[in-house]
């Protein structure tokens, strides 16, 4: 079983930085993508930004040269972080950490990213 959980949103003014951190317990989680998505009102969940197990990274051309993706892996363990520079108002959304595996699809709670103008 894989658990996610999430941190790190919050408030901020457009131009700021914010990181986000998601802990990833579980034993495939070396061997699965580790990515963030982000749903706001009234619109689809998206993908932000993923990071494959060998290294394999994807952005939404919206954070292109903006957000960057990183991991830490460690025995059973992992951590997946998502720097967001530049944030602008659109970015506002609730940001999830996902983990695929082969057929598995594990969600984080969710954690909400607040851009003001």
């Known amino acids: 079983q894989v658990q996610l959980v999430e941190s790190g949103g919050g408030w901020v003014q457009a131009g700021g930085s914010l990181r986000l951190s998601c802990v990833a317990s579980?034993?495939?989680?070396?061997?699965?993508?580790m990515g963030w998505y982000r749903q706001a009102p009234g619109k689809q969940r998206e993908l932000v930004a993923a990071?494959?197990?060998?290294?394999?990274?994807?952005?939404a051309d919206s954070v292109k040269g903006r957000f960057t993706i990183s991991r830490d892996n460690a025995k059973n363990t992992g951590t997946a972080y998502l720097e967001m520079n530049s944030l602008r108002p659109e970015d506002t959304a609730v940001y999830y950490c996902?983990?695929?595996?082969?057929?598995?699809?594990?969600w984080g709670q969710g954690t909400q990213v607040t851009v003001s103008s």
């Open positions: 579980g034993s495939i989680i070396s061997r699965a993508t």
């Open positions: 996902n983990l695929k595996f082969v057929w598995r699809n594990y």
């Open positions: 990071l494959a197990s060998e290294g394999v990274t994807s952005y």
